[in-house]
């Protein structure tokens, strides 16, 4: 017995002995580690490095972010405050919450900070693009593609806008079976930039076609910068060159004519923009930010939108105050007689089964019932691609054609779109590299670190928001208005010189998207629970967001399940 067990503890001392090394060295390695990057904060700042953890030797703490989504960064703000050290994707990193401290960074660009996409990036979009120009040149070349966003030219846009948007919201009311809404909203976002921003007018194939070689550019737009067969880069850029040789004829034809009063599309306002400015554009350059703006209007305004019919099924009695505003307007649908011209300006139209009920707001113009025939519709003057109509008989409800002074009187919608915006922000927040030590906070930001901004965290915690957990579109009301107390409260299009470009085209988008289904589709989730929504690298629904839609009748609900729609 006493030599059994004498035997048991000797094998345990001996485990013990070779374990111990590796443990040590591990402590070790990971001490050095630490100490490596201490030594890198700027010695002429007397000011420490912030609190946190810069993980383990090459790794970091990557895969504890990879693995532990948002959780990662509210765990470390909690124990480490609103600014702390990390090692993500083998940079040293910052990260930052809280207004005051992002208004420093967003600031700062080309002073204390600069933004330093990834070289896959930058390759893939080309040298000419806004992402890639910096000082002066991105102030230029800022300066002329505003006017593709100016008043004017939005209000340009927004007729083809809302036709784009009812024949998709069509094509969603036509199917039987439910619709992925992320999906959906990319193809959406994709046909609004092709069609309407870019004036670009395609058969419905072809923009099929280039919608998935969009996919497959964003698909390897964050990759190895690996140029060798098969990679991804080698991928991004191939699907580049297919989408400028598609571009490249139009340009090509407006570059030749002549000087017109008439603009009606991105390019247009680009060129005139150019010449007023004694800027060049040439047709390289042109086609690259062709695709920069595709980039920039198609994944967040998706991801936006997504959220956005998100929101409306969790909540029913937005639905209804946002449909009793509509209505106030004149925008909650007519019925009409229908005549040969209007066959031409409909996507949806609807048998009359009941008399209208003044209760509701009614409108009807996207796509017919759940499993009704849907036939192409003929493209109207403005370029739109074909879309769907439902077989239609004596009267039909639809929405009227909006302008930005009807979209501005809309205060409940717009307080709508606003809290979607400040409740599940498309981008989590952004990258800047140091130009040159700062202080943020009580602490040293080092020349060379990463910092990584985070506008979901700041709209989650600011103080000036009462429950800000809540989704409270009133909080925007004139009454409350909890973002006027500071600027950066709010950020979800970021801000300073970096500001997104195209907030109110997408601001546009999502407003248009919200009165023409409030207006005209009933909907409802065909899945047990709501997804879990993933926030990296931009917010979408894990495993999709499935719904099913329909068109309203005249009693405001389907007329197949009135019970479980919203």
């Known amino acids: 017995m006493f030599t059994f067990e004498s035997t048991l503890l000797s094998a345990l001392v001996s485990a013990l002995m070779s374990v111990l090394p590796a443990v040590v060295l591990l402590a070790l390695s990971r001490?050095?580690?630490?100490?490596?990057?201490?030594?890198?904060?700027?010695?002429?700042?007397?000011?420490?490095?912030?609190?946190?953890?810069?993980?383990?030797?090459?790794v970091g703490e990557t895969f504890h972010w990879l693995f532990q989504g948002s959780s990662f960064h509210i765990s470390r703000r909690e124990r480490h405050g609103n600014v702390f050290k990390t090692h993500l994707l083998g940079k040293p990193v910052i990260r930052v919450t809280g207004a005051e401290n992002i208004r420093k960074i967003l600031l700062g660009e080309h002073n204390l900070v600069c933004t330093q996409w990834p070289?896959?990036?930058?390759?893939?979009?080309?040298?000419?693009?806004?992402?890639?120009?910096?000082?002066?040149?991105?102030?230029?070349?800022?300066?002329?593609?505003?006017?593709?966003?100016?008043?004017?030219?939005?209000?340009?846009?927004?007729?083809?806008?809302?036709?784009?948007?009812?024949s998709e919201i069509a094509k969603w009311c036509s199917e039987?079976?439910?619709?992925?809404?992320?999906?959906?909203?990319?193809?959406?976002?994709?046909?609004?930039?092709?069609?309407?921003?870019?004036?670009?007018?395609?058969?419905?194939?072809?923009?099929?076609?280039?919608?998935?070689?969009?996919d497959q550019l964003m698909n390897n737009l964050f990759c190895l910068p690996i140029d060798a067969p098969l990679s991804g880069l080698r991928k991004g850029i191939k699907a580049r060159e297919i989408l400028h040789a598609s571009m490249e004829k139009?340009?090509?034809?407006?570059?030749?004519?002549?000087?017109?009063?008439?603009?009606?599309?991105?390019?247009?306002?680009?060129?005139?923009?150019?010449?007023?400015?004694?800027?060049?554009m040439t047709l390289q350059e042109l086609k690259e930010t062709a695709v920069e703006l595709i980039f920039a209007a198609h994944s967040t305004t998706a991801s936006a939108s997504t959220s956005l019919i998100l929101q409306l099924l969790k909540h029913p009695e937005v639905v209804q105050k946002a449909r009793k505003e509509l209505l106030a307007?004149?925008?909650?649908?007519?019925?009409?007689?229908?005549?040969?011209?209007?066959?031409?300006?409909?996507?949806?139209?609807?048998?009359?089964?009941?008399?209208?009920?003044?209760?509701?707001?009614?409108?009807?113009?996207?796509?017919?019932?759940?499993?009704?025939?849907?036939?192409?519709?003929?493209?109207?003057?403005?370029?739109?691609?074909?879309?769907?109509?439902?077989?239609?008989?004596a009267s039909h409800i639809q929405v009227p054609y909006l302008s930005l002074e009807k979209l501005t009187q809309l205060r409940y919608l717009d307080c709508v779109v606003k809290e979607v915006l400040r409740f599940l922000p498309p981008v989590s927040g952004g990258y800047r590299t140091?130009?040159?030590?700062?202080?943020?906070?009580?602490?040293?930001?080092?020349?060379?670190?990463?910092?990584m901004y985070s506008i979901r965290d700041t709209h989650e915690t600011a103080a000036v928001y009462q429950s800000p957990e809540l989704f409270d579109p009133d909080r925007f009301n004139a009454e409350r208005d909890e973002s006027k107390?500071?600027?950066?409260?709010?950020?979800?299009?970021?801000?300073?010189?970096?500001?997104?470009?195209?907030?109110?085209?997408?601001?546009?988008?999502?407003?248009?998207?919200?009165?023409?289904?409030?207006?005209?589709?009933?909907?409802?989730?065909?899945?047990?629970?709501?997804?879990?929504?993933?926030?990296?690298?931009?917010v979408h629904p894990v495993n999709g967001l499935h719904v099913h839609f329909s068109c309203r009748n005249v009693n405001g609900c389907d007329s197949h399940n009135q019970t479980n729609y919203i």
């Open 329 to 393: 307007e004149s925008l909650g649908g007519e019925r009409h007689p229908l005549n040969n011209s209007e066959r031409t300006q409909t996507r949806c139209l609807v048998v009359p089964t009941a008399s209208l009920n003044d209760d509701v707001p009614q409108s009807d113009e996207t796509a017919g019932q759940g499993g009704a025939d849907a036939e192409s519709l003929i493209n109207r003057s403005n370029g739109v691609s074909s879309g769907y109509t439902i077989d239609n008989q």
């Open 31 to 58: 001490q050095l580690w630490t100490f490596r990057w201490t030594i890198t904060r700027d010695r002429d700042c007397k000011l420490p490095l912030p609190e946190g953890s810069m993980g383990w030797p090459l």
């Open 176 to 214: 039987a079976g439910s619709v992925d809404v992320y999906a959906a909203a990319r193809s959406l976002t994709f046909r609004i930039a092709v069609t309407v921003l870019l004036g670009l007018r395609l058969e419905e194939d072809h923009i099929t076609y280039l919608s998935k070689i969009f």
């Open 434 to 451: 140091v130009l040159q030590t700062f202080e943020l906070n009580g602490y040293q930001i080092p020349k060379g670190w990463s910092v």
């Open 250 to 280: 139009i340009i090509q034809e407006k570059l030749e004519k002549k000087h017109t009063e008439e603009y009606c599309d991105a390019f247009d306002y680009m060129l005139s923009s150019a010449k007023e400015n004694d800027y060049e």
């Open 119 to 166: 070289q896959s990036t930058r390759i893939i979009l080309g040298p000419h693009t806004l992402v890639n120009s910096v000082g002066e040149h991105h102030k230029k070349k800022r300066k002329i593609l505003a006017t593709v966003f100016c008043r004017g030219a939005l209000e340009t846009y927004l007729t083809r806008l809302q036709d784009v948007v009812k």
């Open 485 to 538: 107390t500071g600027r950066f409260n709010y950020v979800p299009f970021g801000g300073g010189v970096r500001r997104c470009i195209g907030r109110e085209l997408a601001v546009i988008v999502l407003k248009t998207l919200a009165i023409e289904l409030l207006g005209t589709a009933e909907w409802r989730l065909t899945t047990d629970t709501y997804p879990r929504m993933q926030t990296v690298p931009i």
